[in-house]
């Protein structure tokens, strides 16, 4: 779950940002299937990958964490 809320967040940023999958994950430097692994929330991003993400994105790690749900249900 905590994955797939990453890869949501990781996606919508480099969509905001104008990067294609392709043009950001030669930017950080890893194929596009490992980027598009961590945006369907397949594979839980390294601590340094999130970093490298919020740099390259111009974005706190702080922006770029998923948010705690407020309600439980």
Do not use: H
Not at 64 to 73: G, I, M, T, V, W
């Amino acid at each position: 779950m905590e994955a797939e809320k990453w890869g949501r967040r990781i996606r919508a940023f480099r969509k905001l940002k104008g990067y294609t999958q392709e043009s950001f994950a030669k930017e950080l430097g890893v194929s596009v299937s490992v980027l598009g692994e961590i945006e369907r929330g397949n594979r839980v991003p390294t601590e340094a990958f999130v970093q490298q993400v919020a740099f390259i994105l111009d974005v706190s790690i702080d922006e770029l964490a998923p948010k705690e749900d407020s309600c439980q249900r």
